[in-house]
T-cell receptor, first 111, second 115 residues
């Protein structure tokens, strides 16, 4: 699976949009971009995934650049409960293998 | 949605004892489940892939005789930490998915503390 690069930490004011970047310059054509988050002492939680089109669900939006070498996860109105480590993972959906986690971004939402 | 249940959520054991952690897929069948370990302030590291009806596949550096994995049914995988020592204290998490068109679902994790 392609390697990803994320900033180790970010702060965001409560109620503002949190924009979490991810670089995946070696992504191949059949690899998806997945985002998970892990709140302290819990298992990771699925947020969103996409291949090349932008995606939106009730939790977040995923913006993938046209060349697919980077993406941004957007939490439109961050709350204190969004404080967590956010992981960007790229993988081939048909590979049938596990998810490989990098360091992630520790997002701190502040009042 | 797909739910993975993990039990217990935390356990404290004496050094030298064995501890069993269960991972269940509640509303789907999983021929494959994954076991991860996470030390404080570190990312999740894959330990092994649990395969229903066959032997587990272990990642490099993970002792298969110490971390026994059994996947006897399509909804249950167990991880047994044998002769546990304080260095085995960690957060253990399992994961599975209903099929290739679905995202991975994770259990809530087991905080294992060996004293």
């Amino acid at each position: 699976d392609a390697k990803t690069t994320q900033p180790p930490s970010m702060d965001c004011a409560e109620g503002r949009a949190a924009n979490l970047p991810c670089n995946h310059s070696t992504i191949s054509g059949n690899e998806y971009v997945y985002w998970y988050r892990q709140i302290h002492s819990q298992g990771p939680q699925y947020i969103i995934h996409g291949l090349k089109n932008n995606e939106t669900n009730e939790m977040a939006s995923l913006i993938i650049t046209e060349d697919r070498k980077s993406s941004t996860l957007i939490l439109p109105h961050a709350t204190l409960r969004d404080t967590a480590v956010y992981y960007c993972i790229v993988r081939d959906n048909n590979a049938g293998n596990m998810l490989t986690f990098g360091g992630g971004t520790r997002l701190m939402v502040k009042p | 949605g797909a739910v993975v249940s993990q039990h217990p959520s935390w356990v404290i054991c004496k050094s030298g004892t064995s501890v069993k952690i269960e991972c269940r897929s509640l509303d789907f069948q999983a021929t494959t489940m994954f076991w991860y370990r996470q030390f404080p302030k570190q990312s999740l590291m894959l330990m092994a892939t649990s395969n229903e009806g066959s032997k587990a596949t272990y990642e490099q550096g993970v002792e298969k005789d110490k971390f026994l994995i059994n996947h006897a049914s399509l909804t249950l995988s167990t991880l047994t930490v044998t002769s546990a020592h304080p260095e085995d204290s960690s957060f253990y998490i399992c994961s599975a998915r209903p099929g290739s068109n679905y995202g991975y679902t994770f259990g809530s994790g087991t905080r294992l503390t060996i004293v």
